[in-house]
């Protein structure tokens, strides 16, 4: 019998907001790259643009090291810039097994620190969400 895979969805990520037009923004994410579901972002200072955010700093992308939103569907920036909506401000319960990090972000007390970034604004990961 074949094993049937199902894609996240929002509801897998997404457990409770209060008010989609206060809590959601729609960006610009840094081309090159491919963002799935609950790509947890940080903001590049000189641009405004988005993109995962790293375990450290990035030269050229400095600021993308704080994390400061988590992306609310897929998107394919491969072939250059592409707009995103996000989740930015609370209150809102995340849940952590939805959640996707940078390759950088690796470990346990990175991820950590992630998740208590993202909770100054108002979004909050649960592991039991």
Do not use: H, W
């Not at 491969?78 to 097994?97: F, K, N, Q």
């Not at 990175?110 to 100054?120: F, R, S």
């Amino acid at each position: 019998m074949p094993v049937l895979v199902a894609s996240p969805t929002l509801g897998d990520l997404l457990k409770y907001e209060l008010n989609a037009s206060y809590c959601r923004e729609t960006v610009i994410l840094k081309g090159g790259a491919s963002y799935p579901l609950g790509a947890v972002l940080g903001k590049i200072t000189a641009t405004a643009k988005y993109r995962l955010s790293p375990a450290a700093a990035v030269v050229g992308d400095e600021g993308a090291e704080t994390a400061v939103a988590v992306l609310m569907q897929a998107v394919d920036a491969s072939a250059g810039d592409a707009i995103g909506v996000v989740v930015s401000r609370g209150p809102v319960i995340l849940s952590e097994a939805a959640l996707a990090f940078d390759a950088s972000v690796d470990q346990a007390a990175e991820k950590d620190a992630k998740k208590t970034q993202l909770a100054q604004a108002g979004l909050v990961v649960r592991t039991a969400a």
